[in-house]
């Protein structure tokens, strides 16, 4: 029966080569974020240059609805994803059956405003993509 105890040359040369093996990554590593993390500064001080501002033309006003009106949805979207949240998180032993069908029914409103403005915005941009298509 083998000791358990006893110390084998082989593994102790294998361990000690992965070990130099992870310091040598580790260094080649550590050289590599440090090469190229840093600044290089010449001594002189650049003046910041301004920001040239592009002039566009104004979006038809078909387009500024469209826009807004996915924006609107996008809103109502989330909304009604923060109240599902809400609902699924809240603690039901503590909550009376009223204040449960309060934030059901607020809930379902919140669903089908979203349903209704998304339906809204994609009609709008359906108008808007047969106006523009020519």
Not at 99 to 118: P, R, V
Request: net charge negative; glycine share 2%; hydrophobic share 45%.
């Amino acid at each position: 029966m083998e000791n358990k105890l006893t110390v084998h040359p082989k593994s102790c040369a294998a361990k000690a080569g992965r070990r130099f093996l992870i310091l040598l990554l580790s260094c080649v590593l550590i050289f590599a974020l440090s090469a190229c993390g840093g600044q290089k500064t010449t001594g002189k001080t650049e003046a910041i240059k301004p920001v040239t501002v592009v002039e566009c033309e104004p979006e038809p006003q078909a387009l500024q609805t469209a826009n807004e009106a996915t924006a609107i949805a996008l809103r109502q979207y989330v909304y009604a994803r923060l109240l599902t949240e809400a609902f699924l998180t809240a603690d039901t032993s503590a909550i009376t059956a009223e204040k449960l069908s309060e934030m059901a029914d607020e809930l379902l409103l919140a669903w089908e405003n979203a349903e209704y403005f998304s339906s809204t915005a994609m009609d709008s941009r359906i108008r808007l993509s047969c106006c523009f298509s020519d």
